[in-house]
């Protein structure tokens, strides 16, 4: 029972229910605008509890009538209750798919339970279960809830937390129902859909809420006192330009403040972008703010600036940015091409991936293995206008016997005979991408080593090694720091397989293969040794450029010579851009 005392009615100060809210530290709770619309102060009750309680509202954005965004304010009270309050999701938990028995499906939907006051003659609070998922949002601000069968969305719901029954995680707030009649699924003043805030939309609106959520960067020490710092700094071109040098691309929207900037750059980028990030924004602060920066640098980055020389990583501030950079960053269209059991088929997914986040994706469509490329090609043409005027990529996500084919040379525009060499083209394992895959757990651990070194070491595998894919694995396993491997000739299946099933992030190869009858000093070794040192060093978000680069290379160097960029593919295999799984596909 004490695990819910954090819900809470909201009503007028002259009396009447109008709509609920939710505790979220001692003295603050959480409701929607339009519920506390033109009061200064406004009653709470906690039903059984603590019952009439006068609290001041607090407006946090500019929403003024229904449709707008920000539907959101907060309540003060004049002193602590002794509730607890609710248990509040981190910003990935709610697009992660659950295993939790919280209903979840592959694109991520659950269901999760709200409360609220109707009027009734009773006057008591009434409960409903939802479902929603990251796959139902609405203009980038709410999601859409759907009422489970029996239940329904009405005038007194507003202001609910959305939470996961089996926890109590609150994970946003119900402000809409689409109240009307009968084709809306209601009747009068019932609604079977309606809307709610995402935690992720409400930490806009409201930054101290960042303050409460558990987040894994910083500690909570560290992250408050760096957002009280920088409290009420507006964000301003050069703030935006540093971050643009930063993460290697620029944003698509701008950013509401400083705090706003940080925040994206510290959850979309590794760890040591957001100490540059800081480093580099620094001289365009005020002389307060910026010697307040200073002194915190110095009791919570004490170690950055030796940490990212150890990586690698190019000094700030000052610094050009790397002339490569942005892997990591860099917006995408990536295609995923899953095998049938029957028919001699694949079903192919177009996504794309804009700034940290699965942006448009196409409808899952089944074609004939004779079809994949012209397929192909019209899904990445009717996609390109999502990334285009952005520095982007193509990714292809397809099954292993199909990481060596000759992509780069399908077209992005087959009317212009416009081909792929012009962009970045990278390979993926599609086994990768199923969120329970064993494949995709190593390779996160390797790739977050990999980003922690900051660059690429890579692991030399000679024409004439060993071919047993068996003592080819026992030797991935015995060494788990090996994150790149270069390969001398075309992988055989036992190499590749084992590499994939160690989480190999990164290979590159050529697609010729070595006949030489020597390996001493054949093709295969010069090529390999040109494509080492080409490699070595490099920051692993700088490779899609790297290979595109030396492609083009390639193209000027004289046919009859090898050359490293010639037939080049690279596996580069980046597990947190993960699109969605397509709807119906089997995860």
């Known amino acids: 029972m004490d695990g819910w005392r954090w819900r809470a009615w909201v009503g007028h100060p002259d009396g009447g229910k109008l709509g609920a809210a939710f505790l979220v530290s001692p003295a603050r709770l959480l409701t929607c605008a339009h519920t506390v619309a033109g009061m200064d102060e406004a009653r709470v009750g906690f039903p059984g509890l603590s019952e009439d309680l006068v609290a001041r509202v607090r407006r946090l954005s500019d929403w003024r009538r229904p449709g707008d965004p920000g539907d959101v304010a907060l309540l003060e009270l004049p002193a602590p209750v002794p509730f607890a309050p609710a248990r509040l999701a981190g910003p990935g938990d709610l697009t992660e798919p659950r295993r939790d028995g919280s209903g979840a499906d592959p694109l991520g939907r659950r269901t999760f339970g709200i409360w609220g006051f109707p ?22 601000e709410w999601w859409q809830l759907k009422a489970e069968a029996g239940d329904w969305l009405e005038e007194g719901f507003s202001g609910s937390a959305v939470y996961a029954p089996a926890t109590g995680e609150v994970v946003g707030m119900v402000t809409d129902a689409e109240l009307g009649g009968r084709e809306d699924g209601g009747d009068g003043g019932r609604a079977s859909k309606g809307r709610m805030l995402p935690l992720t939309s409400i930490r806009m609106y409201w930054e101290g809420l960042d303050d409460l959520l558990p987040l894994a960067w910083l500690t909570p020490e560290a ?36 705090w706003d900037a940080v925040r994206y750059v510290a959850e979309g980028w590794p760890g040591g972008a957001l100490p540059r990030f800081l480093r580099a924004a620094a001289p365009h602060l005020d002389e307060r703010t910026r010697a307040a920066l200073e002194a915190w640098s110095a009791e919570h980055l004490p170690d950055a600036e030796d940490a990212e020389a150890e990586s690698g990583a190019a000094p700030r501030p000052g610094a050009a940015p790397r002339p490569e950079g942005g892997g990591s960053g860099m917006a995408s269209v990536i295609v995923r091409l899953e095998r049938v059991t029957f028919d ?98 190593q390779a996160h651990h390797r790739w977050r080593l990999l ?8 692991q030399l595998v000679r024409c004439g090694a060993p071919r047993a894919g068996t003592a080819f694995q026992d030797w ?85 010579e090898q050359h490293c960029g010639r037939d080049l593919t690279l596996l580069w295999d980046d597990p947190s851009r993960l699109p969605d799984p397509p709807l119906g596909m089997e995860v």
């Open 451 to 458: 980003h922690e070194r900051g660059r690429s070491d890579p």
């Open 476 to 560: 991935l396993e015995a060494n788990t720091d090996f994150c790149v491997l270069v390969y001398g000739t075309r992988p055989v299946k036992g190499w590749l397989s084992a590499a994939l099933n160690t989480g190999v992030p990164v290979m590159l190869w050529t697609r010729t293969r070595c006949d030489g009858p020597s390996h001493d000093d054949c093709g295969g070794a010069r090529v390999l040794d040109e494509l080492a040192r080409a490699v070595a060093g490099r920051h692993p978000g700088d490779l899609p450029n790297l290979a595109l680069a030396l492609r083009k290379k390639a193209l000027a160097a004289p046919k009859d």
């Open 223 to 258: 992250r408050r006192a760096l957002r009280a710092l920088l409290d009420g700094v507006r964000s301003s071109d050069p703030l935006e330009a540093r971050l643009a040098e930063v993460t290697g691309s620029a944003s698509h929207r701008r950013f509401r403040s400083a």
């Open 119 to 140: 009027r009734r003659r009773d006057d008591d609070e009434r409960y409903a279960t939802v479902t929603t998922g990251p796959d139902l949002v609405l203009r980038q």
């Open 344 to 441: 001699n088929a694949y079903d192919l997914t177009v996504h794309t991936w804009v700034d940290g986040a699965e942006g448009p994706a196409q409808r899952t469509v089944r074609v004939p293995e004779r079809r994949v490329r012209p397929a192909v090609e019209e899904g990445v043409a009717r996609a390109r206008g999502a990334v285009v005027g952005r520095d982007w990529m193509i990714e292809f996500a397809v099954p292993e016997t199909w990481l060596s084919k000759p992509f780069e040379e399908w077209y992005v525009d087959r009317e212009h005979r416009i081909r792929m060499r012009m962009y970045p083209v990278v390979v993926r394992d599609v086994e990768r991408l199923r969120p329970d895959s064993i494949r995709r757990d």
